[in-house]
């Protein structure tokens, strides 16, 4: 589903910030990755949902090769693939309703066909009372669940989350690890950016260490 | 744990009624003040290109009213000679006319008629008593292929002393030159109006694109596609512009159908108000619609051109 073959990335003029990267993450895995700030972990993240192209080496992304598609195949794979940013990026001008809508407006749904589904997810995530309510309103915590539930809304082959649970309690940290392993559990391959050491603990399952740019595949807590 | 009831978007389970939510919702829009703004100017500018058109339609009717009235008709003057009877030489010109094919009715102005027709020109004065004021003969003419006015110029110099044959080609030809003035300087006006709602749409595109840079990103990321987003802005663009210029064609209608029922100059010489037609009002109508259209392509291209230069990535 997804492989990086001798993968680097730099920005214009800067040093190196992924060096010779490889791995191949298939359909219906669950991997954190992990490093420490400033090791590459959103970088490595924006390569996967398509945001930077790789400066050396080969990206996958569905089997494609991210460097030979047009503006148009992006945007058509990205439909493929949920993503929850670490800052939400929840439109302030829409609320919670529209902005969890989004994607699946996205997709040519129409409101008539889409607007029960999205309620019961938003009473999933527990914003269910905030259904009409507006980002700048909501505590941190409710936007992580919004942003979660906008990546998830339309049932992605692929989902990407940095920082999930960075602005949760542990208690809630554990339910939305568990929203993404029952997502996991339905297909859904699952790359999740953290370095919520007791998350890893908790929750067994593969991690990508970046250091220093490079990439050390770890084994189980 | 996540339970069965919470899972149904996932599994399928029935679903629940929907509760009340604001489901249909625009992805583009403009603040307030800039909104406003720009509602107006557009207002503004379809009045002015609906008034050029309504001016423009206006002056071809009385134009050719003005025409068609002066084409078919013809005027033999005969002018105070010493020593030369005016009435004789008028009764001559009368007999050649009777003659002459083509022509169906002749009139000889009489005295009053004259000073009339020179009373717009200098007023009511006693001066016009004193003036040696012409003959005049109005011929109306029946078939215009069997009239041949240089043939009858020609016998009425021969014939009819101090007498000329005035078809009207020239004031013709000086309306249908006026007409075309206006006309041209109306179509003008429509353009540079035009032209003025193409800048003002692609500033205001290149500002929505920019405020909205946000959402654009935030719909990239989910998958949208240019076109999408292209669409998105385009719609914004024309609903405004439909609203806008619909409201600025009403006062414009309004004020022909206030001047064509109301407004009575036909008195008046120069100013022969006709009313205009429904086809008209359909046209005038119609650049509602037309203004929309420009602002939607001028959006379209304008986004498109921006997205473009963005690698989207």
């Known amino acids: 589903m997804i492989r990086f073959e001798n993968v680097s990335f730099s920005y214009k003029d800067n040093e190196v910030i992924l060096k010779n990267l490889n791995f191949e993450i298939n359909k219906g895995d669950f991997y954190f990755v992990t490093g420490q700030s400033g090791a590459g972990k959103s970088t490595l993240l924006r390569m996967l949902f398509m945001s930077l192209v790789a400066t050396k080496g080969k990206v996958s992304i569905f089997e494609q090769d991210v460097a030979q598609l047009h503006k148009e195949d992006v945007a058509h794979l990205r439909r493929r693939i949920g993503i929850v940013f670490q800052d939400f990026r929840l439109l302030d001008n829409l609320s919670i309703f529209q902005n969890i809508a989004l994607p699946l407006r996205v997709l040519g749904q129409r409101a008539e066909d889409y607007q029960v589904d999205v309620i019961e997810l938003l009473e999933w995530v527990e914003l269910g009372k905030h259904l009409n309510n507006y980002p700048p309103f909501l505590s941190g915590g409710e936007q992580q669940r919004a942003a979660i539930a906008r990546a998830v809304v339309a049932q992605p082959d692929l989902l990407i989350a940095d920082e999930p649970t960075g602005n949760v309690d542990p208690e809630l940290a554990q339910r939305l690890l568990r929203l993404f392993i029952e997502l996991n559990k339905l297909g859904t391959t699952v790359i999740i950016a953290t370095h919520d050491i007791s998350l890893m603990r908790e929750f067994h399952v593969p991690r990508l260490t970046l250091q220093n740019g490079y990439l050390t595949e770890g084994g189980y807590f | ?313």
């Not at chain 2, 009235?69 to 007999?95: C, F, H, Y």
């Not at chain 2, 108000?273 to 602002?295: C, E, R």
């Open chain 2, 1 to 313: 744990m996540i339970t069965q009831d919470k899972n149904n978007f996932l599994t399928g389970a029935e679903k629940k009624p929907a509760m009340h939510v604001e489901s249909k919702f625009s992805l583009i829009s403009v603040s307030g003040m800039a909104r406003n703004s720009l509602f107006v100017l557009m207002m503004i500018l379809s009045l002015l290109v609906s008034m050029s058109i309504g001016v423009g339609l206006l002056v071809n009717k009385v134009m050719t009213v003005w025409v068609k009235d002066i084409v078919n008709e013809a005027t033999v003057e005969i002018r105070p000679v010493v020593g030369v009877s005016m009435e004789n030489q008028t009764k001559e010109a009368l007999k050649i006319l009777s003659q002459t094919p083509g022509i169906g009715t002749i009139k000889v102005l009489d005295d009053l008629k004259n000073k009339e027709l020179l009373k717009p020109w200098l007023g009511e004065t006693d001066i016009i008593d004193e003036l040696p004021l012409p003959n005049l003969i109005s011929v109306v003419i029946a078939d215009a292929n069997q009239f041949n006015a240089e043939h009858l110029s020609e016998q009425l110099t021969q014939n009819v002393i101090g007498s000329s044959l005035d078809t009207h080609d020239r004031w013709q030809s000086e309306l249908k030159n006026f007409g075309l003035l206006l006309n041209n300087a109306s179509s003008s006006v429509i353009f540079l109006i035009v032209l003025t709602v193409v800048i003002i749409i692609v500033f205001a595109t290149r500002a929505v694109m920019t405020g909205s840079q946000q959402i654009i990103e935030v719909l990239s990321l989910v998958g949208a596609t240019d076109n999408f987003i292209i669409h998105q802005v385009a719609v914004y663009f024309l609903r405004m512009s439909f609203f806008a210029t619909f409201v600025g064609v009403i006062p414009c209608v309004t004020i022909f159908i206030i001047l064509g029922n109301f407004y009575n100059l036909q008195q008046s010489l120069f100013i022969h108000f006709i009313p205009l037609s429904m086809g008209d009002y359909l046209i005038i109508l119609l650049s509602s619609p037309l203004l929309s259209l420009i602002t939607l392509c001028t959006a379209s291209l304008t986004s498109y051109s921006i997205l473009k230069k963005s690698n989207g990535m």
